[in-house]
């Protein structure tokens, strides 16, 4: 939203169920957004297009990435450990 006009700017859709958690990447070139839909979305700011996405068995329930941006950590419903996933090309 651009917070002079108060207009929407960008919208980034796809999730068919609540969104969880969400998180920017320290270069602010993508959002991650996981949900309740078990899915975790990548999209890229500039486009608002989505440009990846991970299907999980359980409802995601948080998101992170690490400082460099190299890592996104994830958490899901029921499970008690945190998963990492390598952001490397």
Request: glycine share 8%; aromatic share 10%; net charge negative.
């Amino acid at each position: 939203i651009d917070t002079a006009s108060r207009k929407v700017v960008r919208c980034f859709e796809g999730h068919t169920n609540r969104i969880t958690d969400m998180a920017a990447s320290p270069d602010g070139r993508w959002v991650v957004s996981v949900s309740a839909d078990c899915t975790m979305m990548v999209f890229d700011v500039p486009s608002a297009s989505l440009i990846d996405w991970l299907k999980f068995e359980q409802a995601v329930t948080g998101v992170a990435f690490s400082p460099s941006g190299d890592f996104v950590a994830t958490s899901l419903a029921g499970s008690l450990g945190v998963f990492l996933w390598s952001n490397r090309g």
